[in-house]
């Protein structure tokens, strides 16, 4: 998909020339999308999704609290959750089914992707935003319900990226290729058409990975929607990694007072502007039929002449 490869200042890809395209957005990004990224807890404590920290006592309640917070700011429409792997989904949902986050969540539809087979989940997904309106799935980076779907307009009006989906470092494919790379770059140049340094490489990975769940909600012109990224690292510099499109457009959320009424003002405004494009659409489309009736018209009156 356009405008999803990471940004050039990492350092671009395995094949540098031509280098790679990365395209705006058909939406107004600024009234379309609601973009931000949050680095604290709803404690003020830092909210940071790696091992070192998910895997302390306490964390999948501190992360369901934050969930939480944003999930009350959604006011219709489904809502993508994306967390890093298959163990710390597995890890966090344990958790959640049996806790406050169960009791908050009690009256809306939440679907885990791995929970049933693939099809049967999503098409639960569909009916329960279809017929109720609102629906939660938990998801992970790399799945398949984080690459090639369109969950367009109210089927996806929020996306939640839990953290960055690092690839298994001690995996022995991903430690070979960043061994690979590193020799390779000692005898080629980036700038020559060579390869990325293992560091580089790995990094890439996680971005493509991120923006290709990025990419799952506003999927047209008349689209709009909110996208939420949860970890301290998307605060700061990490960002010139993000998808062209949405880039300029995430702000670091200070103080989660603040959230809920931003994000309403915003789908309140979004629904508009939305509207607006596709009102115009439609417009434009009858002024292209009816065009294309007079001259068949005009076309049958010359030849019956």
Not at 137 to 154: C, H, T
Request: net charge positive.
């Amino acid at each position: 998909e356009l405008g999803l490869v990471p940004s050039t200042s990492e350092g671009g890809r395995l094949q540098v020339h031509p280098p790679p395209l990365e395209a705006n957005h058909v939406i107004r990004i600024k009234e379309q999308l609601f973009a931000t990224s949050i680095g604290i807890f709803p404690d003020g404590s830092p909210l940071c999704v790696s091992y070192k920290h998910y895997s302390k006592p306490g964390f999948p309640e501190q992360l369901g609290l934050a969930l939480y917070r944003v999930i009350e700011c959604v006011p219709y429409g489904g809502i993508l959750i994306f967390l890093p792997s298959y163990s710390l989904l597995k890890k966090c949902t344990k958790v959640w089914k049996s806790g406050l986050f169960a009791s908050q969540l009690s009256h809306i539809t939440v679907l885990v992707e791995n929970d049933a087979p693939f099809p049967t989940v999503k098409q639960n997904y569909l009916d329960a935003i279809t017929n109720k309106g609102f629906a939660i799935l938990f998801a992970v980076y790399r799945g398949k319900m984080s690459e090639g779907i369109s969950f367009n307009d109210n089927f996806a009006r929020c996306v939640i990226c839990i953290g960055l989906p690092y690839p298994n470092a001690f995996d022995r494919s991903v430690t070979a290729k960043r061994a690979y790379n590193n020799e390779q770059q000692r005898t080629r140049r980036e700038a020559d058409g060579g390869v990325l340094c293992g560091d580089k490489w790995y990094s890439q990975q996680a971005y493509r990975a991120l923006g290709q769940a990025l990419g799952r909600c506003v999927r047209h012109a008349g689209d709009y929607g909110a996208i939420v990224l949860l970890d301290q690292r998307h605060c700061g510099f990490s960002r010139n990694s993000l998808p062209k499109w949405m880039r300029g457009a995430v702000t670091n959320l200070r103080n989660w007072d603040e959230l809920k009424q931003s994000m309403v003002q915003f789908f309140a405004s979004a629904k508009v502007v939305a509207d607006a494009v596709l009102e115009r659409q439609q417009q434009d489309l009858n002024a292209v039929a009816s065009r294309k009736r007079t001259a068949q018209a005009s076309a049958a009156a010359a030849a019956a002449a």
